[in-house]
Each structure stands twice: as structure tokens, then as C-alpha cells.
């Protein structure tokens, strides 16, 4: 069984004139929805949690606001694929869980191929969390969606 959580980063500034897209940090708001989802995550994680983020200064904000060891990882930059994602979290081979916190559209275009939707990607809201499982259930992998938690219902 493995679990993979993929964590938006938190409403973040614009971009400011010639300012790096990277360098956009998480608006006061942004940090409150961090703070709150992450204090919801620290109550469900379990031991032995694997962290990757972005390297962009939003996702490591967010992923900072969880209070654990994290490691910032270039392949969930924006830009990236599903299959990055999937292979650096080495889904659906490794045992546990792994935590990524990274950017839409990359993160919605994961769920929707791992649950098999036909859109090309699922709208994940700022700062939300989509938790998925992988099992083996009568000789056959299934994909599990476990639960769908956003900052403002907390």
C-alpha cells in the first residue's frame, strides 16, 4: 500500500514587474491557509512520511509551514509532467507515504491520470490537499481518492 499526497502550495503574490515567478512568496492570507492545512496534516500524517517540494519560495512556505523535514526537489518546478512526479515519488512501488507539495496544473493533470478521469486535469484549489491510496484488493491495484481537504472548510 502506498499513499501519495499532493499538497498545493497557499495563495501566493503576483508576480510583481520583471520579478521571477519563482521568487513569489505566499500572501498574508496564503500563509494562513498554510498554517491551517498543515496543522490538519500533522494530525493525519503518518510516521516515516517522505516530504518533496518545489523549489519555488511559495511551496517551500507551504511545506515549511509543516514543521518537518522536507526536500526540494527541481523535477515539481512549474513546468513538470505527471510522470516526473509519479517517478520521483516512485509511485506506485514504494511503501508508506510520500508528501509532495508543488503547482497546478501538474498536480491536477497527476490525479486526473491516476484516477483515470477524461479530463486532462482536476482543478485543486490553493493551499488544498488531495490524499490517494494505492491497494491491492482481490488481486487487482486500485487507486483510492481518501479524501479532498481545502484550507477554508478547516
Do not use: N, Y
Not at 2 to 20: N, P
Not at 21 to 44: C, F, H, I, P, S
Not at 70 to 75: A, C, G, I, M, W
Amino acid at each position: 500500500m502506498m499513499d501519495l499526497i499532493l499538497w498545493r502550495h497557499a495563495e501566493a503574490e503576483d508576480a510583481a514587474e520583471g520579478q521571477d515567478d519563482l521568487a513569489r512568496a505566499l500572501t498574508a492570507r496564503g500563509e494562513k491557509q498554510a498554517a491551517r492545512m498543515a496543522a490538519w496534516l500533522d494530525r493525519q500524517l503518518p510516521e516515516g512520511l517522505r516530504v518533496l517540494a518545489s523549489p519555488a519560495r511559495r511551496t517551500e512556505q507551504t511545506a515549511a509551514a509543516l514543521g518537518r523535514k522536507f526536500k526540494l526537489r527541481s523535477e515539481l518546478l512549474p513546468g513538470g509532467s505527471a510522470d516526473e512526479l509519479l517517478g520521483l515519488a516512485q509511485w506506485p512501488r514504494a511503501k508508506g507515504a510520500v508528501l509532495v507539495v508543488g503547482h497546478q496544473p501538474v498536480l491536477g493533470q497527476t490525479v486526473a491520470q491516476l484516477l483515470g478521469l477524461p479530463e486532462p486535469a482536476c482543478a485543486i484549489r490553493k493551499g488544498a490537499v488531495w490524499w490517494l491510496r494505492r491497494r491491492e484488493r482481490q488481486d487487482q491495484s486500485q487507486t483510492v481518492l481518501m479524501v479532498v481537504q481545502s484550507p477554508e472548510f478547516l
